[in-house]
């Protein structure tokens, strides 16, 4: 709230003493557009099939028609290094805001281009090329009163322009779970109550809830290197019998997913940016013709780790 | 013989009668007639010093020195301002302003309304070096960008380029504006004082020892603080809701020279500025709340506060030495201090929003400094009569020092954060140009500077080369090419696009690198017959490492993160700039067209091209000055450029939520067109015993037009989205009142 305060205050001084004129924009695009927003990702363990989970959502324009036609369909297509992989055409505009998935023959290096069409629409496409593996992860833990302190570390390539992204994850168990085991979400702490209005994402560029807490990070500041972090987690007793164990995820992403999220972020909070008095970064996308960020990710990560709970 | 006054035009670098140009007035045989021109000192000081004989002129003007200045030297981009320069035409609340007379040269965007912004061939505001008496200042205007911090009471003339640099000039990316302030008077006390609306000014200058030493002081100061504090008192007593406003403003700035010669080709002057804004705003209200839910236990109560002050400004001090060591090479060497801080303190206590009687506050305090210490030392030498070469060195020595301090309280609960950064630089730079003159003709200006900048164990080296060529197609007309490369170490971090104290000044680092601009520019310049003339100038430029912080959730730029947190891109800009003119004695008429094109391409923030939010396409300015009387002058400015622009969101997937908006692209919109008309009049009165008096009447936009300063985007009933412009300045009268003895 703190900030905003100052901005509501010089935004009120302002307002007290301007005149208002009414206008039309110009230059506004009438004709509706394709948001998507989707990822494609393979794993460690599976390191040829690629797994696409995309929303995709028909937005009207702000200075066009506000409804589709009941017959409207949209062709999705998917190219893998060009060659098609799958043509969907038979995608209801009007009612659908929906969530498509599908599994592909992939492996990184591989480049993915998805492309939506309707009539009445610009064309929607974005690319991606599927990371190389993450780093692997040197992780340690310890309990310092009611919080769990985890330091880890990666290294990071040289000469690509390579972005991160983190889950920490918990779970009890009397054995060492398996890799595939879920578990649930090892929320992090950072300085900034819950309540706060202020992001607060410690020590990486932004988080992000994808069903699961990601933090992300690019490696604009260790390109090359070897980054050490440490995190915070406040950790309560696990009930039942057990032991407790938590484990981290690493995900390779590409660029574009982190840049989305962050200009997500901006969206929602750059007040000034608004009405034209802050810098504009909250336009990104990788969707020419449409909006919305087509990305992809190689996931990893460390195998469960006992948690030292006494 | 009786010498009754003695007049001295300095500056004259080039043959002496290219620069005398035409002396005007009905008195021309009487003043030709009456002087001695002292031929040997003009040669000497590049001045030339006329004595009046008898007391029979009321005024002499040299009119064409201006334009033959310009049209002699090699350069693109070069605009010489003379003192009556920012006289007409760019008085805001009465006051003559050196930077709105900028704004209305071609290529120049002056942002956003009556602030100070400089726009520069497609540069961002903070790439402009502005030079007083060779020391550079990073605050350039007072109350947000209303007034300048120059006092055109005490400037001699500006020298301003937005290309083609001089070698001798470096360390920002866009322009250099070079402020040269009048030495006092050697022989006589002059003065003048001035009353305005919401400023006044008072100048002194005269001999300490005449005809060796002299002093010029200027002081100036807003008197805001005393119109707002019974406006305040009235508005308090008036308020029966327990709320009590605070504040007051007030800037003021003080100029002062003391000049002392050895000889006239030895001379030592120690100038000193000194500047400060000052905001405080206040709002308390008293409250008193039930401290549990029945009201059993009583009433609370206590003061919600909001309270905010700033202060800002810059300290200036510098011993220029200037020496002749042999006729064809000279010396200028200065050591400064220069010095700028802005504070930025804000309180905020509130008792309501918790019934327990737990105090919440916050108490937020944002310092931005920067200082440096400095020594440049420039040479002149003229070896032969086709080359005029300059060389020197400057060494800068630069303290950054940003830092923020938040403490927050919930009750007994305290949270503290502090961050601070300090950079220590070291700026060093050699240059040489040699201007070689190939024949009558051509005339070519070779130079390089080299620039190196270490901070925290990084080192930077950059070569910037500058060349220029003009090529004398006819007596007429020139032809003018440069290419130049120019780096800036010194970056304003900034979350808005508002020049407010919040924002501070931090170097190129290992992270971050120097921005770098490469610029060609070239075009003719023709004299034409009649007192006509008309330039057309084109120019491209590319701009890199450029950097741009995202303005979500905050004011404050993020000091912690600032060398990650940015987004980098890159820049260009082209167009073509006119300028047409022509004067009489009585008419000057003045028309600046500029057509151009700014663009940004940050990879994080849009996969390709956007428009600057200046990318104005056309910008007109007309500019005429009557001299009616002797006694009275009238002047008007008309301006205008296509509309700034904004993001607006271009799709609304459900609409009536921020969140649900869609930006497809940066800076998509083009705000509505901006112009305003600026009259004004000068009424003179000159006694017998000299003293001159000068009313000033002004009016600011006097069409009253409505120009957006910011804007609001709504819906209508059918969803459309439209703007709500908020235009702050309507139609602004002033009044002042100048003594001048």
Known sequence: ?310 | MDFRRIFIFRGLNNPLISHMGKITGGFLTTFVSCVTICMSAAAQEDSLKVEERRDSITEARITAEKYAEEASSSRTGHSRLEKTDFIYGNVVFSSPDLIKTLQALPGINPGTELMSGLYVHGGEGSDNLFLLDGVPMYQISHLGGLFSSFNTDVIDHLDFYKSGFPARYGSRMSSVADITTRDGDFNGYHGNFMLGLIDGRIRFEGPIVRDRTSFNIAFRRSWLDAVLAPVINIVNRKNEKGETIGGTYNFYDLNASVTHRFAPDNILSLKFYHGRDHLKLQLDTQQSVPSDESGIGGMLSGTDNLHTDISWGNTLASLNWAYRIRDNLGMKSVMYYSGSKADVRYYWHDLESDKTGLDISMDETNRSRINDIAVNTDFSWMPHKSHHVRFGASYQFHIYNPSRQSLAMNGSARDADSSSRHYTGHELALYAEDEISLGERITLNAGLRYAMFGVSGKVWHRAEPRLSLMVKCSNAMDFKVSYTEMNQFAHLVSTTYLDIPTNCWLPSTSKVAPMHSRQVAGGLYCRLPHNFRINVEGWYKTMDNLLEYSGANALFPPLDTWETSFNKGKGRSYGLETEFGWHSDWLFLTAYYTLSWSRRKFDDIWPDWYSHRYDNRHKLTLMGTWKVSRSVELYASWNYHSGNWMTVASHIYNSGEVFDRIYTKPNNVNLPDYHRLDLGANFRKISAKGIEHVWNIGIYNAYCRKNVVFVAVDEREDKSLYGTGRAIFPIIPSFSYTLKF
């Open chain 1, 1 to 310: 709230m703190k900030n905003y305060s100052h901005i509501i205050t010089c935004i009120c001084c302002l307002t007290l003493t301007a005149c208002e004129v009414e206008f039309d924009f110009n230059g506004l695009d009438d004709a509706p557009l394709f948001l998507l927003d989707g990822n494609i990702g393979i794993t460690t363990a599976d390191q040829e099939t690629g797994s696409l989970g995309m929303y995709l959502y028909a937005v009207p324009s702000a200075a066009g028609e506000r409804t589709f036609s009941e017959d409207a369909r949209c062709t999705l297509k998917i190219y893998i290094n060009s060659e098609p992989a799958e043509i969907k055409d038979y995608i209801t505009i009007e009612p659908f805001y929906g969530y498509i998935t599908g599994n592909y023959p992939v492996k990184p290096g591989d480049e993915i281009l998805v492309t939506a069409e309707s009539d009445g629409f610009p064309t929607a496409s974005a690319r991606t090329v599927i990371p190389q593996a993450p780093p692997v992860a040197d992780v340690s833990c310890t309990m310092e009163g009611d919080n769990l302190k985890i330091r880890f570390s990666i290294e990071d390539n040289e000469g690509t322009d390579d972005a991160y992204a983190f889950c920490f994850r918990q779970t009890v168990s009397y054995n060492v779970p398996s890799d595939n085991d879920p578990g649930s979400s090892l929320d992090l702490s950072f300085g900034n109550p819950e309540e706060s209005s202020f992001s607060d994402t410690g020590p990486f560029d932004i988080s992000w809830d994808d069903g699961w807490r990601y933090y992300g990070i690019s490696d604009d500041s260790f390109s090359g290197g070897r980054r050490e972090f440490e995190v915070t987690a406040p950790y309560k007793s696990p009930s039942g019998y057990g032991t407790p164990y938590f484990r981290i995820e690493v995900q390779r992403i590409s660029p574009e997913r982190l840049r989305y999220e962050i200009a997500c972020r901006d969206k929602r909070t750059n007040l000034l940016g608004f009405i034209g008095l802050a810098p504009v970064t909250f336009a990104y996308t990788n969707v020419s013709g449409g909006s919305g960020c087509i990305s992809s990710y190689n996931s990893g990560g460390t195998g469960w780790i006992p948690i030292p709970y006494e």
